[in-house]
């Protein structure tokens, strides 16, 4: 039987599939029968003891049958908790890959079970950054479906070895707000390394715009002339006028 549908969000301990239990359901009734009637002799045994009307032997050997029927009966229970498999953790089930009345073997992919309320990023840099990484490092999280949003990610952890084949390093960072996004999308990684940049201010007016790049002017003496040459830029953040308040 299956007790959960494609896309259900499920609580941790819940029953997702059950497999055929009847001949451990018949097991189990006869072994509840052989426990009852164990107890039933061992009490009697333990009364006609004390009254030394049977040897000791015969009172062992009741409490040896009690204990047997305990632990057969006990072993069937597993048995039968095996057969059911339930969610390990809260999340929502992805699409049932089985039908009842499936043979399912050890391995087979019944579905896919995530928690979307924490996602975790994997990605890798070039070893070289590892001096500039450390844990807590701001990460913005750039993906297709949501063109317009930055989410929010923070470093959590550094792997304690290189790749030999890649030489990049592993990394792993938390989001900060998951919602909307799903385990396996691709996504662009902006990691914040802290670190001042040097670079040249200029007005923004003074940035001509073209398909051949972002150009600015430079003025050149040379023999007692100047002279205005352009040169392709690459620009960066750009910061909003003192008077409007801003801050870059």
């Known amino acids: ?26 097991s189990r009734s006869q072994q509840e029968a052989n426990l009852k009637l164990a107890r039933l002799l061992y009490e009697r045994d333990a009364r006609l003891v004390k009254q030394k009307s049977i040897p000791q032997s015969q009172y062992d050997r009741s409490q040896a049958d009690l204990d047997s029927a305990i632990a057969q009966l006990a072993e069937t229970d597993a048995q039968v ?27 087979t992919a019944i579905t896919n079970l995530q928690d979307l309320s924490e996602l975790e990023l994997d990605f890798s840099v070039p070893d070289r950054y590892f001096p500039s990484l450390r844990p807590g490092l701001s990460i913005a999280v750039h993906v297709a479906a949501f063109p317009d949003r930055v989410f929010n990610a923070t470093l959590s952890a550094i792997d304690a070895k290189v790749d030999t084949n890649t030489r990049n390093l592993m990394l792993r960072a938390t989001l900060d707000d998951s919602a909307g996004l799903l385990p396996g999308m691709f996504a662009r990684l902006v990691i914040d390394l802290d670190r001042p940049n040097r670079v040249v201010t200029v007005p923004e007016t003074s940035v001509s715009y073209s398909l051949h790049g972002n150009t600015v002017y430079v003025l050149l003496q040379s023999m007692g002339k100047t002279t205005a040459q352009p040169r392709v830029v690459e620009t960066g953040a750009t910061c909003p006028a003192p008077s409007q308040g801003g801050k870059c």
């Open 1 to 26: 039987s299956i007790s959960v549908n494609s896309g259900d969000m499920v609580k941790a301990g819940q029953p997702i599939l059950t497999l055929n239990d009847s001949v451990e359901k018949a």
């Open 81 to 107: 908790d095996n057969k059911r498999i339930v969610a390990p953790f809260a999340g929502t089930t992805g699409i049932i890959k089985v039908k009842v009345g499936d043979y399912i073997e050890s391995g």
